[in-house]
């Protein structure tokens, strides 16, 4: 609520929009998202109310975070936002670090959360970085308005409310939260430097696939710098396994171990093989739910494309093509590549079109659905195909 109207102050209304989720968790959450539209309505913004609704997975707090981002991005994609603007502070940097301190992360973990990141291709700000979570209530009260407390934020089954609880212990102590955030902003200045070596490794020797794989050269990566090898490892297999986070330091750590042994692995909803002299890392089809397509709205998809059915469009959706699909072609490559790529069905008649591939049932518009390729995670990429020739086929 601070955020809004801080910035609506600063940049005024014009084209800024309200978002507010409903993550299902919890039955009041109606009247917050009914006090988000009465705000938005007082700044003279528009206001964009959701509801997820799929039930949680696996931990609540890393589902709900995953859910939400998505959701933001489609919404941001729908509305044509330029950016999402968060009200993370600078307590919240300060647990980020300590959270990450207990799961052993490394540099870029420490690094904590960055004032600008990309979730799923959409541009996430966080200007508040540096304010304290006590100064932005003052900012609401001196403005004589009321805010609304998730009860969540004091449940002691999490983690994070665990650790929000011994910061002031450790204020007392010395151990300030500015000083934990200052910390992360030097992990995050030597982190970027490092990403330099990084970018310029992944220019020349991987290789962005339209299909949403990626294809490292296998001579490269056995020579590389260790720590370069790693992350490139890491980035390549969040892109490809649709994930906003990298995979953590100790499954980084088995697939390099099993693809300099000269072993296939798999990780992070990936796989990772050998094809000729590449390492070819391909989407694990098994996890991704099938999604509608809205003539002429935007849905980000499996984290990796942003599909677009054109107006007027008949009733389609998008899931992973899956092995059945790619159960004739001989190469075991070739496979792997049509099982992780998105298959889009029409409502009767199973699938129409292969779109990343550039394979169309015959008689089917081209132009009747768009994917558009998620920003690649390091590097530009050369942006060279799979190896799989575009074809109509039947």
Not at 22 to 28: A, C, I, Q, V, Y
Not at 67 to 92: F, G, K, N, Q
Not at 320 to 344: D, M, Q
């Amino acid at each position: 609520m601070a955020l809004a109207v801080l910035f609506v102050e600063a940049f005024g209304p014009e084209g800024a929009a309200l978002i507010s989720i409903d993550h299902g968790l919890r039955p009041e959450a109606c009247e917050d998202l009914a006090a988000v539209e009465a705000l938005a309505a007082r700044l003279s913004c528009r206001f964009v109310g959701h509801r997820l609704t799929r039930a949680p997975t696996g931990s609540v707090q890393a589902w709900a975070r995953s859910a939400r981002y998505s959701a933001l991005s489609e919404i941001a994609a729908r509305h044509r936002l330029a950016a999402i603007v968060t009200a993370h502070t600078l307590d919240d940097q300060a647990e980020t670090l300590l959270l990450r301190l207990g799961r052993k992360s490394g540099v870029r973990g420490l690094a904590g959360m960055r004032p600008r990141a990309y979730h799923h291709g959409t541009l996430i700000t966080r200007p508040l970085l540096g304010v304290r979570r006590e100064a932005l209530r003052e900012a609401l009260r001196a403005r004589g308005m009321v805010w609304r407390d998730d009860p969540s934020n004091d449940d002691l089954r999490f983690s994070r409310t665990k650790v929000r609880a011994v910061l002031p212990a450790l204020e007392s102590a010395g151990v300030s939260a500015e000083a934990i955030a200052g910390s992360a902003a030097l992990l995050a200045a030597a982190d970027d430097t490092f990403c330099r070596d990084i970018a310029a490794w992944w220019e020349e020797w991987v290789r962005m696939c339209p299909s949403g794989s990626v294809r490292i050269d296998r001579g490269a990566f056995g020579e590389a710098r260790h720590d370069v090898r790693r992350q490139a490892l890491a980035a390549a297999v969040k892109y490809c396994g649709g994930r906003q986070y990298e995979p953590r330091a100790r499954l980084s750590s088995q697939m390099e171990h099993d693809l300099l042994s000269g072993t296939p692995t798999q990780g992070g909803r990936t796989r990772a093989l050998f094809d000729g002299n590449d390492i070819l890392i391909v989407r694990e089809p098994r996890t991704t739910p099938a999604m509608a397509l809205p003539p002429g709205a935007p849905v980000v998809f499996d984290g990796r494309f942003v599909a677009t059915a054109a107006h007027g469009a008949p009733a389609l959706s998008v899931r992973l093509a899956g092995s059945e699909c790619a159960a004739r072609v001989p190469r075991v490559a070739h496979k792997a590549v049509i099982a992780g790529a998105p298959a889009v069905c029409a409502a009767q008649g199973g699938i129409i079109a292969f779109p990343t591939l550039g394979v169309w049932r015959r008689g089917v518009d081209k132009n009747l659905v768009e994917f558009v390729k998620m920003p690649d995670p390091i590097g530009r990429g050369a942006g060279r195909a799979d190896g799989l020739a575009p074809r109509d086929t039947s």
